[in-house]
């Protein structure tokens, strides 16, 4: 078993950055891929970014490249979020999830086998 615990949420102005912490405990060393997914109200869950644990291989959404970066403390076992230049649009609970078995790219939320209890993200001047 893998839990997971974010951090980072909160209210932002339009321009301004946040970054969210994921912290993974239990069975990390089966870990392959963390991402990050955010919905919001009346919307599907949507992928946000993913970074494979060994190689350090990242994947965004074309709706955050150039904007959010994904990193991860293989040390600590975490992933993080630096999320900058925020739009109203990025506004969601964002959740945190493990992969354990490679599938193909990490953008599949259905491929994801533990998920965080989310953290929101609100930016509104």
């Known amino acids: 078993q893998v839990q997971l615990v974010e951090s980072g949420g909160g209210l932002v102005q339009p321009g301004g950055s946040l970054r969210l912490s994921c912290a993974a405990s239990g069975r990390t060393f089966s870990n392959s891929a963390m991402g990050w997914f955010r919905q919001a109200p009346g919307k599907e869950r949507e992928f946000v970014a993913a970074?494979?644990?060994?190689?350090?291989?990242?994947y965004y959404a074309d709706s955050v490249k150039g904007r959010f970066t994904i990193s991860r403390d293989n040390a600590k076992s975490t992933s993080y979020l630096q999320m900058n230049s925020l739009k109203p649009e990025d506004t969601a609970v964002y959740y945190c999830?493990?992969?354990?078995?490679?599938?193909?790219?990490?953008?599949?939320?259905?491929?994801?086998?533990?998920w965080g209890q989310g953290t929101q993200v609100a930016v509104s001047s």
């Open positions: 999830a493990v992969r354990v078995v490679s599938v193909g790219v990490p953008t599949i939320a259905a491929h994801y086998n533990y």
């Open positions: 970074i494979t644990w060994s190689a350090g291989r990242t």
